[in-house]
Each structure stands twice: as structure tokens, then as C-alpha cells.
């Protein structure tokens, strides 16, 4: 695996003519988690969306397995790309089962008779999200973790081959924002999708990500492993936040702490460590 299945290349995505993010440059590979940080603002969903069909680019290309988007068939694309936003909204009372069948819609439209591959796909998907139990429940009736899950069963109903979430963690608690990540990378271990992700916290970008883009300043200004990117000096000119970065012992992940912090508590790790 980590085929490359989507290509960004000298990307310019904005509203209205008015150009976000210059010069992008994104490769999502089969079996890798992609995770994409930036302050709020700076143009992480105008990426998303963009690469997702969902938004004309204001110049440069995306190609999905080697085809340009812009020449994509809608339902093609749908089999190949699935996108959660970062809200979504379903008629009242469906349940998670109806609403995981509306992924199917990508491949057989909605009036189209409903075939065993759809129901594979459909019990795949609530079974790889831990949604199976759910399916009989209505949506309105779930909690946020649990509702996300539904949400997230939905679009692997398609079956795509690029999964793109955007801050599918948020108002969960921390539980369940580590179940969704978690399912995320069965998803790209397992299964071999693509995933291009969306996240706020650095600390699960450093545990998740096989590759973080770090978006700022009107285009991409870093990228690479966590190792790489997750430095002080790159996480200042991003956020304007001078952290240090430590390395949990246990686990290896590294993790960041804004300087001021100790300073201004007069509590530093060590104060922690002892209490
Ligand atoms: N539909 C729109 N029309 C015009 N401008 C928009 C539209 N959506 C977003 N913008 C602007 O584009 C810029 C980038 O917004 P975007 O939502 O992509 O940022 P983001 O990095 O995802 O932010 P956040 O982390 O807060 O979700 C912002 O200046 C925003 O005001």
C-alpha cells in the first residue's frame, strides 16, 4: 500500500475569485493519515472542500487515481472521494440504518433497487464505526459521539478510497474523540483509505498523523512525520505560541505545552510530576 490516490498540485483555493491558500501542494496515499493543522481561519475547510469537488479551484489541479476532478462524473467521484463536513444535517427521525443507506446513493442513485453489495457495504460500514448496535436508533436520540459515528458509517458506505473528515472530533469529549480517531486509523491500517483529516488538537495530530500539512500565512508552511513538523519554531510561526514540545515516555507521542504556562502558574511539569 501508499499508493498515492489524490494529488493537489500548485493548488489555489478561495471564495468568490478571492484566493485562501496559494501554491498548495497535498499528496494522500492509500493506508496514510494525512492530518492538516492551522489556526482557525486560515483556510483548512476552503482546502477540504476544494479537494472534495465541493468548491471550484482558482487555479491549479487535483487529480483522484490519476484523473483530473474537474472531469469526474458527480456519482464517480462520490465512489471514489467520501467528505464529512464539519456539521451535517439529517431530516428528523431517520435512523442511523436510513441514514448509513444514503452512502449508497453514490452508486446505485435513489432510485436504483438496492443490491447485496449495498447491504455488504452498508453492514461494513456500521460494523467497522462500532455503529451496528446503533442501527435501529434514531439519529435525534444519539449522543455527539455516537452520532458522529453514524455520520462517519455514512460516508464509508460509499466505499471510497479517500476519506476526508473535517474536525470530526469536535464536541465530542476526549473519550470519544480518540474512539473516532482510533476507527480513523483502522480505516487507513485495515483498509488501506486515504485519509485526509482535519484537526485542532497538535497532540492528536502527533499520535494519529502518518504525515501533518501545517496550513498558514495563505498556503502550506510546513509538512512531514510529527517529528518533523511538530517543532516549536513551526508551531510559532503558525499559531504565534511559543510551546515546548516533550516526549511522552510511555507512549512516545509528543506532546505541546505553551511556555507560558509555568510561568505564569508557577507550576511546570516537574510541580506535576511530585504532587
Ligand atoms: N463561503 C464563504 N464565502 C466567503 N469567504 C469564506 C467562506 N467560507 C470561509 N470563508 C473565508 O475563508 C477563510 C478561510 O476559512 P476556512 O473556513 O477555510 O478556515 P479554517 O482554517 O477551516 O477555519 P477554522 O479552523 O476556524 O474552522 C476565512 O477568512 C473565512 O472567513
Same mark, same amino acid.
Given at each position: 500500500?501508499?499508493?498515492? $490516490?489524490?494529488?493537489?498540485?500548485?493548488? *489555489?483555493?478561495?471564495?468568490?475569485? +478571492?484566493?485562501?491558500?496559494? &501554491?498548495?501542494?497535498?499528496?494522500?496515499?492509500?493506508?496514510?493519515?494525512?492530518?492538516?493543522?492551522?489556526?482557525?481561519?486560515?483556510?483548512?475547510?476552503?482546502?477540504?472542500?476544494?479537494?472534495?469537488?465541493?468548491?471550484?479551484?482558482?487555479?491549479?489541479?487535483?487529480?483522484?487515481?490519476? @484523473?483530473?476532478?474537474?472531469?469526474? !462524473?458527480? +456519482?464517480?467521484?462520490?465512489?471514489?472521494?467520501?467528505?464529512?463536513? &464539519?456539521?451535517?444535517?439529517?431530516? !428528523?427521525?431517520?435512523?442511523?440504518? @436510513?441514514?448509513?443507506?444514503?452512502?449508497?446513493? !453514490?452508486?446505485?442513485? /435513489?432510485?436504483?433497487?438496492?443490491?447485496?453489495?449495498?447491504? @455488504?457495504?452498508?453492514?461494513?460500514?456500521?460494523?467497522?464505526?462500532?455503529? =451496528?448496535?446503533?442501527?435501529? +436508533?434514531?439519529?435525534?436520540?444519539?449522543?455527539?459521539?455516537?452520532?458522529?459515528?453514524?455520520?462517519? /458509517?455514512?460516508?464509508?458506505?460509499?466505499? !471510497?478510497?479517500?476519506?476526508?473528515?473535517?474536525?470530526?472530533?469536535?464536541?465530542?469529549?476526549?473519550?470519544? &474523540?480518540?474512539?473516532?480517531?482510533?476507527?480513523?486509523?483502522?480505516?487507513?491500517?485495515?483498509?488501506?483509505?486515504?485519509?485526509?483529516?482535519?484537526?485542532?488538537?497538535?497532540?492528536?495530530? =502527533?499520535?494519529?498523523? *502518518?504525515?501533518?500539512?501545517?496550513?498558514?500565512?495563505?498556503?502550506?508552511?510546513?509538512?512531514?512525520?510529527? @517529528?518533523?513538523?511538530?517543532?516549536? *519554531?513551526?508551531?510559532?510561526?503558525?499559531?504565534?505560541?511559543?510551546?515546548?514540545?516533550?516526549?511522552?515516555? $510511555?507512549?512516545?507521542?509528543?506532546?505541546?505545552?505553551?511556555? +507560558?504556562?509555568?510561568?505564569?502558574?508557577? =507550576?511546570?511539569?516537574?510541580?506535576?510530576?511530585?504532587?
Amino acid at each position: 500500500m501508499n499508493d498515492v $490516490r489524490l494529488v493537489a498540485n500548485g493548488l *489555489d483555493v478561495g471564495h468568490a475569485g +478571492r484566493p485562501v491558500l496559494k &501554491q498548495v501542494d497535498l499528496e494522500l496515499r492509500s493506508g496514510a493519515i494525512t492530518v492538516l493543522v492551522g489556526p482557525n481561519g486560515c483556510g483548512k475547510s476552503t482546502l477540504l472542500r476544494t479537494v472534495a469537488g465541493l468548491l471550484p479551484p482558482i487555479g491549479g489541479e487535483v487529480t483522484i487515481d490519476g @484523473e483530473p476532478l474537474g472531469r469526474l !462524473a458527480r +456519482r464517480t467521484l462520490s465512489q471514489r472521494l467520501a467528505f464529512l463536513p &464539519q456539521t451535517s444535517h439529517a431530516p !428528523a427521525g431517520v435512523t442511523v440504518r @436510513e441514514l448509513v443507506r444514503h452512502g449508497r446513493y !453514490a452508486h446505485r442513485g /435513489a432510485l436504483a433497487r438496492h443490491t447485496g453489495e449495498d447491504a @455488504e457495504s452498508i453492514e461494513w460500514a456500521l460494523d467497522v464505526t462500532d455503529a =451496528a448496535p446503533l442501527s435501529d +436508533r434514531r439519529l435525534d436520540e444519539l449522543s455527539g459521539g455516537e452520532r458522529q459515528r453514524a455520520w462517519l /458509517a455514512m460516508v464509508l458506505a460509499q466505499r !471510497a478510497g479517500v476519506l476526508l473528515l473535517d474536525e470530526p472530533t469536535t464536541y465530542l469529549d476526549m473519550r470519544h &474523540q480518540f474512539e473516532v480517531l482510533d476507527v480513523v486509523r483502522r480505516l487507513a491500517r485495515e483498509h488501506g483509505i486515504a485519509c485526509g483529516v482535519v484537526l485542532h488538537d497538535l497532540m492528536q495530530a =502527533a499520535a494519529y498523523a *502518518d504525515e501533518v500539512v501545517v496550513v498558514a500565512e495563505g498556503g502550506i508552511t510546513a509538512s512531514g512525520t510529527p @517529528e518533523e513538523v511538530l517543532t516549536p *519554531d513551526v508551531i510559532d510561526r503558525a499559531f504565534g505560541l511559543r510551546v515546548n514540545v516533550v516526549r511522552d515516555p $510511555r507512549t512516545g507521542y509528543l506532546a505541546c505545552f505553551p511556555e +507560558r504556562s509555568g510561568a505564569d502558574t508557577g =507550576a511546570g511539569a516537574a510541580t506535576i510530576a511530585e504532587s
